[in-house]
């Protein structure tokens, strides 16, 4: 299992309401569904990550669909 960071996050209501009933349907774990969406929106802006990054400083990996960004 790979290494995961807490982070919180404000959710509408009605995100909150759909998520918890795809999640009960599929018995997929919330979090499944969040950290997959936020890799559909990396990946989305992957273009423009590397081009606002510091030369030298960071570099961008991807690793199973995911970017990370490792300075």
Known sequence: MSK???R???LDLQQVERLKLLSE????P?????REG???V???YEKKIKKNLPA???KVEKAANLTLLKR
């Open 8 to 10: 919180s996050v404000y």
């Open 4 to 6: 995961k960071a807490l």
């Open 25 to 28: 349907k599929t018995r997929v």
């Open 42 to 44: 990396m990946n989305k």
């Open 56 to 58: 030298g400083k960071i």
């Open 38 to 40: 936020l890799d559909l």
């Open 30 to 34: 919330q979090a499944v569904y969040l």
